[in-house]
């Protein structure tokens, strides 16, 4: 059956615009992930979703990084105001339910901050 | 916290060479461990799990034990080959602590030669 799907996957932007990645988990998966996978900080947990809510925001790096999922599926990572040090490789995964332990993985969205 | 300690490389084998790529960890709770591969150009796939001591997870050649008593879970391959050239994760989710989220070692470039 399909995976998770990333979108766009790669992405280059200017200093300072505001940026919206995209992730389609896989049917019926009720838990969502996102992860950020750079050279200095190695792969970090940002936020997850139970359904459409988001019971930890902890991991985001700041205010200028969102979520929000909707209808249970999709959703949407945007990043504000974009800094040169949010250039990484953003991952989407997701889960049956958030007790599963297994997590499957999207291709990823390489983000270039020039 | 939670971490995940894992030998750095990069790791080069020639083909049929025996592989052993370390990895400990630290976790509040009672973990379930896991290895993950990424691909050159793909995403990360998991590889084998194992949720309780003394389990072993086995794929495509690969085998890991959960040992507790040592807080290892080290990954093994009898013999590798060319296709096995890749970068390995080792993971944890606690399930005592924040189980929702997995917790990476920063991860081995293992590169097989012919």
């Known amino acids: 059956g399909a995976g998770v799907s990333q979108s766009p996957s790669n992405k280059v932007t200017e200093k300072g615009k505001d940026v919206e990645l995209r992730c389609d988990p896989i049917s019926g998966h009720t838990a969502l992930y996102w992860y950020r996978q750079s050279l200095g900080q190695g792969l970090e947990f940002l936020i997850y979703?139970?359904?459409?809510?988001?019971?930890?925001k902890s991991g985001l790096p700041s205010d200028r990084f969102s979520a929000e999922r909707t209808g249970g599926s999709v959703s949407t990572l945007t990043i504000q105001r974009t800094q040169q040090e949010d250039s990484a490789v953003y991952l989407c995964?997701?889960?049956?339910?958030?007790?599963?332990?297994?997590?499957?993985f999207g291709p990823g969205t390489r983000l270039t901050v020039t | 916290g939670d971490s995940v300690t894992q030998m750095e490389g990069p790791v080069t084998l020639s083909e049929e060479a025996f592989l052993t790529i370390n990895c400990t960890y630290t976790?509040?709770?009672?973990?379930?461990l896991f290895w993950y591969v990424q691909y050159p150009g793909e995403g990360l796939q998991l590889l084998l799990k194992?949720?309780?001591?003394?389990d072993k997870g086995s794929n495509k050649g690969f085998e890991a034990t959960y040992r507790k008593e040592t807080t290892s879970f080290h990954l093994e391959k009898g013999s590798v080959q060319v296709s096995d050239s890749a970068v390995y994760f080792c993971a944890l989710s606690d399930r005592g602590g924040s189980n929702y989220k997995l917790t990476f070692g920063k991860g081995t470039l293992l590169t097989v030669n012919p």
């Open positions: 979703f139970q359904g459409n809510s988001a019971p930890d």
């Open positions: 194992a949720t309780k001591a003394d």
């Open positions: 995964a997701s889960s049956q339910d958030w007790i599963m332990d297994e997590q499957y």
């Open positions: 976790a509040t709770g009672y973990p379930s």
